[in-house]
């Protein structure tokens, strides 16, 4: 098996772009919109880079100073040397769930490896100064949505976040940390046994460049990617100003789920959750089976995949795979399955196709590739496994 390059051709394109100042996701899309491909930007003179609506003479400078400067390779040689990888869009690897944002990351820096079942995922967000309560459901609720087949995806923060990373490692689940710095910093600094068996056991990832410090304005957006790579996030314990209602608000814009849980009326930490319920911002969830419900044919398909673990630890009669009925399909997967080719499609024609949105779409792909069915290509694109 062929070990995978630190960094595509078509990222380190992305990587370019991203490193001029100015240039975030909503303005990328439009100098590609306009220009045809991230190499056709890089090569684009200033004067028609100016032409583009929302670029003065200052980005179209930046840019043109990116294509000069050699700060990408130094990027790329302590990528190397970190042994972090740098993904783009473009690349087969980048989260699903995460292409379907307004803003997805132009780049994602990863220590670890991201898996297709991944796009499987729940957040588990909440308090820092969390009562021992809140420790205790983030930890039971991160078991239970491991073992039900769930990648737990969190902040890697103090409280919260880390007992729910910290109980789908004990489950032997995936799980994955998004940093709000650069990934040659440990954040909190505390955390670097965490972060290094997060690592084995999924991802750590990042948007921003590797140097980059932690900083008051680098929260929020790492925020947004929690939300997105998510099906749904949980918020458990959260003041009424707190990174977790920014994700939860985020997840809301994103059409995810949100689920809260309710605390006690006299514990500043549980205001910004009762909030969302009493608002009916949030599902108010009190077990796993309150997030399965919400998550509809995912939630069943999760469901039964844990009845079916737990029947099999309990008992030891042997496997006959020779005998095993064909995978059985849902509604939703049977329309996208009906519409799959040997030829590769893109999940917008598939969507189409089917008469589905692109998140039912996305979910269906997913069970499809799990039951062996579906095959995905790069640049987003999938074709029936023949």
Request: net charge negative.
């Amino acid at each position: 098996m062929s070990t995978p390059t630190i960094c595509s051709d078509i990222a380190q394109q992305h990587l370019r772009l991203a490193m001029a100042d100015g240039v975030g996701p909503i303005l990328f899309d439009r100098l590609v919109e306009c220009f045809g491909s991230p190499q056709a930007v890089l090569d684009a003179p200033t004067s028609h880079l100016q032409e583009v609506d929302g670029i003065g003479h200052m980005i179209a400078d930046a840019i043109h100073n990116a294509v000069r400067s050699d700060a990408w390779k130094q990027e790329l040689d302590l990528a190397t040397q970190r042994n972090v990888r740098i993904l783009c869009r473009a690349d087969a690897e980048y989260p699903e769930m995460l292409r379907h944002i307004p803003d997805p990351p132009l780049c994602l820096y990863v220590l670890g490896e991201l898996k297709r079942e991944d796009a499987l995922s729940i957040a588990i967000v909440g308090s820092r100064q969390a009562s021992i309560y809140g420790l205790e459901q983030a930890q039971r609720f991160a078991e239970l949505l491991s073992q039900a087949g769930l990648t737990i995806v969190s902040g890697m923060a103090r409280g919260i976040d880390q007992a729910a990373h910290m109980a789908a490692l004990r489950t032997t689940g995936r799980t994955i940390a998004v940093l709000g710095c650069g990934l040659s910093h440990c954040y909190p600094p505390q955390s670097v046994e965490l972060r290094d068996r997060i690592t084995r056991s999924g991802a750590v990832i990042s948007e921003l460049p590797l140097q980059t410090p932690p900083t008051a304005q680098t929260f929020p957006k790492r925020n947004r990617i929690i939300a997105g790579l998510s099906l749904g996030t949980l918020i458990i314990e959260a003041a009424q100003r707190s990174g977790a209602l920014i994700t939860a608000r985020l997840a809301c814009e994103y059409n995810r789920e949100v689920f809260a849980l309710p605390g006690r009326i006299d514990t500043p930490t549980s205001a910004g959750t009762n909030d969302l319920i009493r608002q009916g911002h949030a599902r108010l969830i009190t077990g796993l089976g309150d997030i399965l419900d919400e998550l509809g044919e995912v939630g069943e398909s999760l469901a039964k995949y844990a009845a079916d673990k737990f029947l099999a630890s309990s008992t030891t009669a042997p496997a006959d795979n020779a005998n095993q009925p064909a995978p059985q399909l849902s509604q939703t997967q049977a329309a996208v399955y009906k519409v799959l080719t040997t030829s590769p499609m893109h999940t917008d024609q598939l969507a189409a196709a089917a008469d589905l949105s692109a998140s039912q779409v996305s979910a269906a792909l997913t069970l499809l590739q799990l039951k062996g069915l579906v095959r995905q290509l790069p640049g987003n694109q999938f074709q029936r496994r023949v």
